[in-house]
């Protein structure tokens, strides 16, 4: 007996469909979430992540493979130990830190939009870009800024959240880096009040650090970050708020956001 053909070895529509977002960075799960959300009605725009694994790394053949196995991302990520010390040192202290411990109830059940995480991600030269992710909708702002110093940073964020409409305006949790230091001229400049995560304790900004993991895709370590624009920055950005999200039974967080500003009639 002849094994069963895959299905996107004869489907074409479904293979240039499952293609089509591989290329754009989208993991086999989240194209078959999105493909069952697309065509309800209909059984034969269905398949399984497990079928577009096996495809990909068994059917699939020279030029095609290559491009699109590119386009998967690393499973080999391993996960600190949340009790690991970061950087194996003790940061400095803020000054008037507020604790994440006093955050309201409605930033941690993220059921009201506007409530953000943000962290410096790191590369060579001292180069750095700061990242935003609003914890409704998982939508991710990445903002060009020229150093870690706490003014440089404080200015670039607050030129970047001045431009969101005041609904998406509510809250900030940052780390205990030092680059935030200038906290309160931050929140005087956006009305936006800042918390801080424990000492040593990333994972209290846990989509934040799992969207930094994202990011390392189009940012390896070891990149020099001071030579991308912010348009070149957004448009990193647009990649991800593009893509379905299991978290958002597969809703993009851009359309996510944009439901939650919509004008309501």
Known sequence: MRPKA?????????????ASKLILDWSPEQISGWLKNQYPEDESMRVSHETIYRSLFIQARGVLKKELMGHLRSKRRIRRSQHARVGGQSRGQIVD?????????EIEDRA????????????TKNSHIATLM???????????????????VVASLSRQVRKLPASL????????????????????ATHVKVYFCDPQS???????????GLLRQYFPKRTDLSGYSQ??????????????RKTLGFETPASRLRASVAPTH
């Open 97 to 105: 830190a507020i604790s994440i411990r006093q955050r309201p109830a």
């Open 134 to 152: 609003e914890r409704h909708s998982r939508f991710t702002a990445l903002v060009k800024v020229p150093s870690k110093d706490t003014a440089a």
């Open 112 to 123: 009201i939009p506007g409530h953000w995480e943000g962290d410096l991600l790191g590369g």
């Open 231 to 244: 348009s070149e920055l957004d448009q990193v950005a647009a990649r991800l708020n593009q893509r379905p």
């Open 202 to 212: 990333p994972w209290q900004r846990g989509s934040n650090e799992n969207t930094n």
């Open 169 to 188: 305006r509510r809250s900030l949790t940052w780390d205990r880096g030092l680059e935030m230091a200038k906290h309160k001229s931050f929140t005087v």
């Open 6 to 18: 895959c299905l996107l070895a004869v489907h074409r529509k479904l293979q240039t469909i499952v």
